[in-house]
């Protein structure tokens, strides 16, 4: 597809801070932040623990055991055979919907909370180098049918160098309360990285897929996204992991294979998020799936909840639409790239803001156990 001028108002501020957290993706020495009190997660019925929460979803108190007994019960299994994924069914895949948060029982608790203006996304430009490699589309069997949305490549602190870890967010892989794991979940890092994947055009598997298809193996969502339905306040826990491997059984880590890997900021003091850079693959009208765009926040994000006992989410203006769900947001500090967020919810008809949750303690339970334990 030929490089668009979509969305190319000039925002001079946006565009340096956007060229900024390009040029440091590449980085992925580990950072770490503050652990600051903001809520947890909550827990299905079914899960005994140790103590009483103390607040609405609150983990707390759960140990290494109770975590492993959430991912025993939620038996995620993914078997999808080798080439299941052909450029023609990616090509045909439709966005899968970011869900729509509700506007009337949105909560602000802050002056700075009416949704923010919208911000045109603009097109990442071909070929993409190597520091947008970490972000790619995820492919999935819905209950609908195909859909995809973006990922990204994250530092996994036990195995530094060899991450095979992915985050997105938990409506890309699981259903939410009373539903299961949606199938055939695959991540393609890099997508479409020299444009040539445009409709009505020639293009080898090569092309679309610069860095080969990789097969969710094991997954890990919120257990408050696993026990919670509908709209609203789970969306504030609305983040998910998978561990990877490669199609071709060549054994190499993905981080290896795309050159590099972004380490997640939890518990991010929120003085020090003073602007945001999402990224993802939007696939809705206007949008065909084919191009990595991103929104430049040109402010420090705005701070919705649903629920005020739960940690307020990030909100920024972005006309990006379904498919883009998943999609790090990204800081730069101390000079090097940290994932904050991911996409979640947002606005729709039109496309104005996209909002994501703050990842804070059980967000990092959740990873932290992930990392160590689920091979």
């Given at each position: 597809?030929?490089h668009?001028t ?9 565009a ?5 957290v ?16 903001g ?22 108190g759960w ?5 492993a ?5 939620s038996?995620?299994?993914n ?30 608790d ?26 790619g589309?995820?492919f ?18 036990a ?16 259903e939410g309360?009373g ?6 979940i695959?991540?393609?890092p ?11 055009k ?16 094991r ?10 339905s ?12 998978i561990?990877?491997r490669d ?6 880590s993905?981080?290896e294979t795309?050159?590099?890997?972004v ?5 991010a003091p ?9 990224y ?16 430049d926040?040109p ?12 940690p ?24 090097k ?28 339970q959740?990873?932290e156990?992930?990392s160590?334990?689920?091979?």
């Amino acid at each position: 597809m030929p490089h668009t001028t979509r969305g190319r108002a000039p925002r001079r501020r946006a565009a340096l801070a956007g060229a900024a957290v390009l040029a440091a993706l590449t980085l992925t020495a580990t950072a770490c932040g503050p652990d600051r009190a903001g809520g947890g997660a909550g827990a299905p019925a079914t899960l005994a623990r140790p103590a009483p929460p103390t607040g609405p979803g609150d983990l707390a108190g759960w140990k290494v055991e109770d975590w492993a007994r959430f991912v025993a019960d939620s038996a995620f299994g993914n078997e999808v055979p080798p080439g299941s994924w052909s450029r023609a069914r990616m090509e045909a895949t439709k966005g899968r919907s970011v869900p729509e948060a509700p506007r009337a029982a949105a909560q602000g608790d802050t002056p700075q909370d009416a949704p923010p203006a919208a911000v045109p996304a603009q097109a990442q430009p071909h070929p993409y180098g190597p520091a947008a490699a970490v972000v790619g589309r995820l492919f999935v069997t819905a209950p609908e049918g195909d859909a995809a949305c973006s990922g990204t490549v994250v530092s996994d602190p036990a195995n530094p160098g060899r991450s095979n870890l992915v985050y997105t967010a938990a409506h890309c892989l699981h259903e939410g309360k009373g539903g299961t794991w949606l199938r055939n979940i695959t991540f393609v890092p890099g997508f479409n990285r020299d444009g040539q994947a445009a409709r009505g055009k020639p293009y080898t598997d090569q092309q679309v897929a610069p860095y080969g298809q990789w097969t969710a193996v094991r997954a890990l969502v919120s257990p408050t996204w696993v026990k919670e339905s509908g709209s609203g306040a789970h969306s504030q826990y609305d983040y998910g992991i998978i561990r990877v491997r490669d199609e071709d059984g060549s054994g190499r880590s993905l981080e290896e294979t795309v050159g590099g890997s972004v380490p997640v900021w939890f518990n991010a003091p929120r003085e020090q998020i003073t602007s945001a850079i999402s990224y993802g693959y939007p696939a809705e009208k206007p949008f065909d799936g084919m191009e990595l765009d991103h929104c430049d926040a040109p402010a420090a994000p705005a701070r919705p909840s649903f629920d005020r006992a739960r940690p307020p989410m990030y909100a920024i203006g972005c006309t990006m639409t379904g498919g883009a769900g998943g999609g790090g947001w990204f800081i730069v500090k101390d000079g090097k790239p940290n994932l904050i967020s991911v996409n979640a919810t947002g606005s729709r008809n039109p496309a104005g803001y996209l909002a994501g949750p703050a990842l804070q303690d059980q967000a990092k339970q959740a990873f932290e156990y992930f990392s160590k334990n689920v091979r």
